[in-house]
Each structure stands twice: as structure tokens, then as C-alpha cells.
């Protein structure tokens, strides 16, 4: 059974990951695995040209979202290993605004950015079974807010899980 099977408690991250958390009723890795499968079917039959789509003015377009995931995903890692590892240094934030307009998401093919996605999922999953049992339940501190490992873990995928509905349900529907 996965070290990651109960869900953290509230206590273990800051309320507004609640939103990541509760979109992942089970086992978080089982989610990290399942994943990938249901962003390619999304994705399936786009064109390059599609790739830029923004639903609206200001927003993100499609390989924005991907590549912020990307982004995402390895901070959130990072901050498991150090806090897993028993790291007690708080760990700063990052402002997501600031890296998606620098991140040449625009420039580069779906190809490309889904190879990357690969090997970052990748690298997560390693790193989160690796963790012993004491390691999911280590606590730290980031973006000034107490988060866990096992929080991290649920974090995660949630985060993805949220962005996929966005693309289902704010920029698919207009481009199809």
C-alpha cells in the first residue's frame, strides 16, 4: 500500500491548496500515473497554431498552461525533497506570473514540451517512492506556510487535475 493513502490533514498545508487537495480522493501516485494519458487524450488532434490558443486576453495559452504545470510540478518536488530529507530551512515562494512570460512555452512544440512532462513525471514519481513513511509525514515550512510531504504528494496532482479542467472546459470547447 502507498505511504500517501491518507489524506492530509488541514493542519499539514496552507487553505488554499485545499483546492488541489480535494481533487484527489485516493492514492496521489496512482493520480501522478494516470495522468499523463488523459493530457495526451486532451491534447490529441491540436495543432501547433492551437498551442498558442488563449481564451481570453491576459490568459495563459495552452503550452503556457503546460509548461507553467512543469514549472509547478518541480517546485513542489524540490520542496518535497528538501523538507522529506529533513531540510528545516523555510523554503521562499515563486510567482508563476513572473515565469510563464519568460518561458518560451509559445516557441516550442508539443513534442518537445510532452517529452519534457515525461521526464519531469518521471523524476517525481521516483523521488515520492523513494520517501519512507517518516519522510511523508515531515513537515516544513514554504511560501511562508506550514506543507508536509504527504500534502506536497496531494498538492501535486491536484494542481495538475485543476489545469486539465481548464482546458477541458475554458479553451477545448472554443477551439472544437
Known sequence: ????????????????????VKLIPGDPLDALRQQPRELRQLLAGLTEEQGTFRYAPGKWSIKENLVHMLDTERIFAYR?????????????????????PVSGADARSFTDILAEY??????????????????????????????????????????????????????LPVLY
Open 1 to 20: 500500500m502507498s505511504q500517501y493513502h491518507t489524506l492530509p490533514a488541514a493542519t499539514e498545508y496552507a487553505p488554499y491548496y485545499h483546492t488541489y
Open 80 to 100: 518535497a525533497l528538501r523538507i522529506g530529507r529533513g531540510d528545516t530551512t523555510p523554503l521562499p515562494g515563486f510567482e508563476q506570473d513572473d515565469y510563464v
Open 118 to 171: 515525461d521526464a519531469v513525471r518521471a523524476a517525481t514519481l521516483s523521488l515520492l517512492e523513494s520517501f519512507t513513511a517518516e519522510a511523508v509525514s515531515r513537515q516544513g515550512t514554504a511560501s511562508g506556510q506550514p506543507v508536509s510531504v504527504r500534502a506536497l504528494a496531494y498538492i501535486l496532482p491536484g494542481h495538475e487535475a485543476h489545469h486539465l479542467t481548464l482546458l477541458r472546459e475554458r479553451y
